[in-house]
């Protein structure tokens, strides 16, 4: 399997512009999350998914700030308008049912940098 | 609520040391515990994943024990090399709820040649 898949790797956008991140979940994973990591505030949870469902959206920080998952292998992180501290590393992570429920798969991130 | 605490923030040491990390946790209610490791500019890589039932995992040079009754886990790191160089985190979750993650802030661990 080739993992969680996000895109892009690196954006760099101007204060006030749309910016869409992008996760593919590791096949049959039926949990996905969205996180957040900066130096000072380390990981933050912003919204899980479950069964394609939006379960916790408390970590979001304001409505600039959405989600989407329209079918099990693709998801949607949207931030409009975006705000310089907006900028940190995004990460979507998924996990598994059964048996091996819990254990977390990440992405490698999508680096995000709003000047 | 769940508190998960790794000390040190940051640890050195020569190649070839044997090395322990450390992971608190506050509420024992836990499913499950799992480390990672963080490369600079890369992602969370899945190292162990201990279930409450189980003391410990190993794999490779790697061994990550669980108490839960004191709550606390070791990840060690036999014969340390310069490619275990990264951040080390470990997270928990409780019984309660399988998608509610708690992280530790993590240790960055330096191995000098």
């Known amino acids: 399997d080739a993992g969680v898949i996000q895109s892009p790797r690196h954006e760099v956008t101007e204060m006030g512009q749309e910016v869409t991140l992008r996760c593919k979940p590791i096949?049959?994973?039926?949990?996905l999350f969205w996180y957040r990591q900066t130096m000072m505030r380390g990981l933050e949870l912003l919204i899980y998914?479950?069964?394609?469902?939006?379960?916790?959206d408390s970590g979001m920080p304001e409505d600039r700030f959405s989600a989407k998952m329209p079918n099990a292998s693709f998801s949607t992180l949207k931030i409009q308008p975006s705000e310089p501290r907006d900028s940190a590393v995004y990460f979507c992570?998924?996990?598994?049912?059964?048996?091996?429920?819990?254990?977390?798969?990440f992405g490698e991130g999508s680096r995000l940098t709003v000047l | 609520k769940q508190e998960v605490t790794q000390i040190p923030a940051a640890l050195s040491v020569p190649e070839g040391e044997n090395l322990v990390l450390n992971c608190s946790f506050t509420?024992?209610?836990?499913?499950?515990l799992q480390w990672f490791r963080q490369d600079p500019g890369k992602g969370l890589t899945s190292l162990l994943l201990?279930?409450?039932?189980?003391r410990e995992q190993t794999s490779g040079r790697l061994n990550a024990s669980l108490d839960k009754s004191s709550g606390r886990s070791t990840l060690y790191i036999a014969a340390s090399q310069p490619g275990d160089s990264a951040t080390y985190l470990c997270?928990?979750?409780?019984?309660?709820?399988?998608?509610?993650?708690?992280f530790g802030s993590g240790t960055k661990l330096n191995v000098k040649p």
């Open positions: 992570a998924s996990s598994s049912p059964g048996q091996a429920a819990g254990e977390l798969f």
């Open positions: 096949s049959g994973h039926n949990s």
């Open positions: 998914f479950n069964n394609n469902v939006p379960i916790d």
């Open positions: 509420d024992s209610a836990i499913y499950n």
């Open positions: 201990i279930q409450s039932s189980q």
């Open positions: 997270a928990v979750i409780l019984r309660d709820n399988f998608n509610k993650f708690y």
